[in-house]
């Protein structure tokens, strides 16, 4: 048997699933006040009565990291970064207890420049002296060769027994996203460390021995271990549940539209011949710009508990008369206004606010709560909108469904606007046209009718729609990548990364470095928690360059990545 769980803003969905598909499943209120208390609660519920030697897997997917960033809770860190010349540091600063030091690799990874020992323990001091506990380290070329990056450690590591490097974290080079991963891994370390050794802890107590897993934001888990070198890669781990939780469930050769409608928001994103899109170079939220792998996705503040409120605006009316002339005029009026706030819960469940789910209980198209409560709510509605309370309800209940729509028509243009990326292959020229459309979600069931209507896409709620990112997380399979850059001139092969050099001959061919990278990638990926029964790799970019000298071959540089393909584990797809 194995163990999802979802942590959402409104709820915590809990699914325990074996071969024979799913066996229970439950959900409780999110407190994000308490976090583990509210994990703890799933756990409990769910496995009551439940022997814990049959659980073989446990995946957890949070939002933990993900609000961290958006609610600008991040700790203070410390961040020492090594550039050289051509590009001031100082333009992507992150924090304040920023430094910019001496020492310059270059970009075949040939040292131009030693660092300066005494700079970094002078600024090794002045952060031990600020309460800093952690710390990053960034390299312009690190990736070509991490030598200045491990030396700081070293000198470093004394006093901060956690330092982040620059090389860990991608093969790209990308000097300004590196600075800003490094940063983010750095900064939401402390909270994540501590939030799942508890977990961890709490289910050993409860004779829990499975791993435990890690949702990723590109669609793959990796082992609670993994996670402390790479909190990053949990954010924005949410969406990506919604798509695991979809995939299955996707035809093949059909762009399909994936709608997770929750209490607080609607996350939406894309899938493409049973492939969901990817983010090509690292997720961006707002200034920061990273290395970090993700799903493409987007998620808005609208959904089944949002509240609702009249507001005024203004219409602007133009009038033609006869001598051509343009009049203007403006005229005000009472609209309604949904989301992004929650209050709460429905005024029919006991909340503070009306929400599109009170128009839903009081149409008939959900039961449950108090239909007076909702009816309360409706009525103030009504009078200040000048309409019935019949008609107050079915142009909230509307309006959120083509407000939901019209986001995903926004989302669908603006990538058709770029170059299209599963995460499969780079699909050059391709212009996205969903022919279908799958709802997640709680209130998914509820909206499918409408959402169809207002769309004109075929629409379907998938099975189990209310837990279904829980069972996406469940089934997600372990994921990871390696990147090998080969100097046949030079002699040598490195993957900074995976802390790897090897000296190679003249002779070193690209079959030979793809033999190098698959290696790696499986070493990797068994040291993630991955099973090789569900190991899949695939090569997602290959370049050769001859090196020229004097109009005679001096050798070969060979850059390759590989990555363990997405998708879900092997044995548990039925009944879902």
């Not at 609610?71 to 333009?91: A, F, H, R, T, Y």
């Not at 209490?263 to 997720?283: K, Q, S, W």
């Not at 508990?305 to 605006?313: F, P």
């Not at 995903?408 to 499969?424: D, G, L, R």
Request: hydrophobic fraction near 40%; proline fraction near 5%; aromatic fraction near 6%.
């Amino acid at each position: 048997m194995i163990i999802g769980l979802d942590v959402g803003g409104t709820h915590t969905d809990a699914v325990l699933l074996s071969e024979n598909g799913l066996e229970r499943d439950i959900k409780v209120p999110t407190d994000t006040s308490n976090l583990f208390n509210t994990v703890l609660s799933g756990f409990d519920l769910l496995l009551d009565g439940i022997d814990s030697a049959k659980i073989k897997r446990i995946v957890i997917s949070t939002t933990l990291t993900t609000n961290s960033v958006v609610q600008k809770q991040l700790n203070p860190v410390g961040i020492i970064v090594s550039s050289g010349p051509g590009i001031d540091p100082e333009l992507f600063r992150r924090g304040e207890h920023f430094y910019a030091v001496s020492g310059s690799i270059d970009h075949r990874g040939r040292e131009r420049q030693p660092i300066n020992r005494n700079e970094i323990e002078q600024i090794s001091e002045k952060m031990q002296h600020a309460g800093i506990e952690y710390v990053g380290v960034i390299g312009k070329f690190s990736p070509r060769n991490p030598a200045h990056e491990i030396e700081i450690c070293e000198i470093l590591k004394k006093n901060f027994p956690t330092v982040f490097l620059g090389h860990r974290v991608s093969g790209n080079l990308n000097f300004p996203r590196r600075i800003s991963t490094v940063h983010l891994n750095t900064a939401v370390y402390s909270m994540h460390k501590n939030f799942f050794n508890a977990v961890n802890d709490t289910l050993k107590q409860k004779g829990l021995t499975a791993p435990i897993q890690i949702l990723k934001a590109d669609g793959g888990t990796m082992n609670l271990r993994t996670s402390m070198e790479f909190p990053g890669q949990t954010i924005l781990s949410g969406p990506a549940a919604s798509v695991m939780g979809s995939i299955h469930h996707a035809p093949a050769d059909k762009d399909v539209l994936v709608l997770d409608i929750g209490g607080t928001t609607t996350d939406i994103a894309i899938i493409v011949n049973r492939a969901p899109l990817l983010e090509p170079v690292g997720i961006g939220r707002g200034k920061y710009k990273s290395l970090i792998r993700a799903l493409q996705t987007t998620s808005r503040g609208i959904g089944g508990d949002s509240q609702v409120t009249v507001i005024e605006k203004y219409i602007e009316k133009t009038d033609v008369e006869q001598n051509g002339s343009e009049t203007i005029s403006r005229k005000k009026i009472k609209a309604l206004k949904i989301g992004p706030d929650r209050q709460g819960p429905a005024l029919a469940f006991g909340g503070p606010a009306l929400t599109p789910t009170d128009a839903m209980i009081w149409l008939g198209i959900m039961d449950g709560g108090d239909k007076k409560l909702s009816e309360e709510g409706l009525t103030l509605l009504s009078e200040a909108l000048e309409l019935s309370i019949d008609q107050t309800a079915e142009k909230i209940f509307y309006q959120t469904c083509t407000t939901i729509v019209n986001l995903a028509n926004q989302m669908v243009e603006q990538i058709n606007s770029k170059p299209v990326y599963t995460v499969h292959e780079f699909l050059e020229g391709y212009q996205i046209k969903p022919q279908l459309i799958l709802l997640l979600g709680g209130p998914a069931s509820h909206f499918s009718d409408a959402i169809q209507k207002i769309s004109g896409i075929p629409t379907m709620a998938v099975p189990h729609s209310s837990v279904a990112n829980a069972i996406g997380a469940a089934l997600a399979r372990t994921t990871c990548e390696v990147s090998l850059l080969v100097d046949t001139e030079r002699g040598v092969a490195t993957a900074p990364e995976e802390n790897f050099t090897a000296t190679v001959s003249t002779s070193y061919r690209k079959d030979d470095a793809i033999n190098t990278a698959l290696a790696l990638l499986e070493k990797k990926a068994v040291n993630s928690g991955a099973d090789l029964k569900n190991f899949e790799a695939e090569v997602t970019e290959f370049q050769s360059f001859n090196i020229v000298r004097q109009f005679a071959p001096r050798g070969k540089i060979f850059r390759i990545k590989m990555q363990v393909k997405p998708g879900l584990i092997k044995g548990f797809s039925h009944g879902f």
